[in-house]
């Protein structure tokens, strides 16, 4: 199992090239060559679309690019579960959309169970194949949904189909029904 962190920034090390960031998963978790480990890091770069971006430094990429750096570090190590602690919060609504996209592309390409953290409801509609949503303060299981959009799923397209409409003021509905229930009168 491995952690995507929410703040990247905290995350990512800034004296290492991209490279060498995802290296050091690789390296912390195996023994590897060298030539191994830059082939592999090579690899999952491009997954994440950071091709060229090898030498370059955290500080001279955007915020987007830096987060698809620690994701290609986490994915490098090859975990059974990957868990992203809501990891598109600080990046921008177009950059967390490209993210979004990263996400379902490595869900539908590797062998991983993704568990995803947000409070963004369409976010966990768009993302998921499931959707434990927790009561107010951690209190246990509120809601439990099963979704059940065709894939391969895209920004566009599948926020159109009305299933997603329908799933979304699902979950929008249990939220506000547990937030009516938990406020005094």
Not at 31 to 48: N, T
Not at 105 to 116: C, G, M, S
Not at 132 to 138: A, E, N, P, Q, V
Not at 160 to 170: G, H, I, S
């Amino acid at each position: 199992m491995i952690y995507v962190f929410q703040q990247y920034t905290k995350s990512i090390l800034p004296w290492r090239t991209v490279i060498e960031n995802v290296e050091f998963g690789l390296r912390a978790q195996r023994s590897v060559s060298s030539k191994e480990a830059r082939e592999r890091c090579r690899e999952y770069l491009s997954l994440v679309g950071l091709n060229g971006y090898d030498d370059y430094y955290p500080y001279q990429l955007s915020g987007g690019m830096q987060q698809r750096v620690c994701i290609a570090r986490a994915l490098i190590c090859e975990p059974d579960v990957l868990l992203m602690d809501e990891p598109f919060s600080a990046v921008d609504a177009m950059t967390r959309a490209i993210l979004q996209e990263l996400v379902m592309r490595i869900w539908q390409t590797l062998p991983i169970t993704v568990l995803f953290v947000t409070h963004d409801v369409d976010e966990a509609v768009f993302l998921s194949s499931r959707i434990i949503s927790l009561g107010r303060h951690g209190t246990g299981v509120a809601e439990d949904v099963a979704i059940n959009l065709p894939t391969p799923r895209d920004q566009i397209a599948t926020r159109a189909d009305p299933k997603f409409t329908e799933l979304r003021q699902k979950l929008f509905a249990s939220i506000f029904a547990q937030e009516k229930c938990a406020t005094p009168s």
